[in-house]
């Protein structure tokens, strides 16, 4: 089993649709990270959370730390939000702190 | 910049050939870390270094792959005899203590294709 998992691994959706994309994890963390990498191949941090819930724009990120899960969540989705979105956990091991990442979920909105 | 940058952006190597990938982080980071990402596989971390340590310590079981920091905010990711299967895109992390914890800051990658 991985230290992090996501799911769903692939996810399609229609314009506007609101979407989430879920991130378990088994380590304790100090950080975890929402990235979203694009076609291109460019990585993007959208969000660092170490509690609670941040929003940018139309994206929500959520940490649950007790049930060690965080989501993302899209609003009023858009053909440019499709891209692989990335959970990535710093964890707390000794003084170094390993990332930690998940497989990724591929988003592909049709307009 | 402000931001980590990575050069080159893209690399064409021959199966079995050396290559060398730069990452320019941000003056006064601590920990930088080089990953991989591949498709299907998703994304593992190659190696990564403190900021006092001129060689970097590898978490891959094979030894092709080494960093090394020439200067505190430059990594060079070198991976010897090259193999098909390293064709990825290459992505290094720079993070530093912040108020409320590590922040992170990532380069836009090089993708590497081996040939």
């Known amino acids: 089993k991985n230290e992090v998992e996501q799911s769903p691994q692939n996810l399609t959706a229609q314009e506007g649709e609101f979407i989430t994309i879920n991130c378990s994890y088994s380590v304790g963390i100090s950080a975890l990270h929402w990235l979203q990498q694009h076609p291109g191949g460019g990585i993007v941090s959208l969000f660092m959370l170490s509690s609670g819930k941040k929003k940018h724009g139309r994206l929500i990120a959520t940490i649950n730390i007790q049930e060690k899960h965080s989501s993302l969540h899209i609003t009023a989705s858009h053909p440019r939000d499709s891209a692989v979105y990335i959970c990535?956990?710093?964890?707390?091991?000794?003084?170094?702190?390993?990332?930690?990442f998940g497989k990724g979920t591929k988003l592909s909105v049709k307009p | 910049g402000a931001g980590v940058s990575q050069s080159p952006r893209y690399k064409v190597a021959k199966r079995g050939r050396d290559v060398a990938l730069r990452c320019d982080s941000i003056?006064?980071?601590?920990?930088l870390y080089w990953y991989r990402q591949t498709l299907g596989q998703g994304s593992e971390v190659l190696t990564y270094s403190q900021s006092d340590a001129q060689r970097d310590k590898s978490g891959r079981p094979s030894g092709r792959f080494s960093a090394e920091r020439p200067e505190r905010s430059v990594s060079t990711l070198k991976i010897q005899r090259t193999e098909q299967g390293d064709s990825a895109v290459y992505l290094c992390a720079s993070l530093r203590p912040g108020s409320v914890g590590t922040e992170a800051f990532f380069g836009q990658g090089t993708r590497l294709t081996v040939v």
């Open positions: 990535a956990v710093r964890c707390r091991k000794g003084s170094q702190g390993n990332l930690i």
């Open positions: 003056s006064g980071h601590v920990t």
